[in-house]
């Protein structure tokens, strides 16, 4: 969120890299959603600070306020794709979870057909590393 706050010619890369749904602090999502629906978003993608602080609540404020007041990176591509490495990691690492409790029902079940398929799409999930 601090690239986007701090290098607005990069929010429409973030936009299409980072989901909502990454993010594992609500303010932080909820910050993001703002962001991303339009709250004060310019035409030329750049964040209306004063706007979108004006938006939010509280603890939206803060997090903002904190963001702003940071030192800007050095190398923002640098941190884009360290963050989009870290969140694509989180996400092999769920799914991976998920495949192995689907797994262990299978095995549990007895479903051969079931535990086959299951296998090969954990095998190739954990390739893709």
Known sequence: MKLI??????????????????FDDPVAAAVYRRIKEGSGLRRNMQVDHSALISECDEEERGLVSELLLEAEFDNPEKIYEDCLKRINHKKRQLLLHELQDKIKKAEFEKNSGLLK???HERHNLLKIR
């Open 117 to 119: 398929n299951l296998l």
């Open 5 to 22: 706050l701090q290098f607005p010619d990069m929010t429409g890369k973030i936009f299409d890299g980072v989901s909502i749904g990454d």
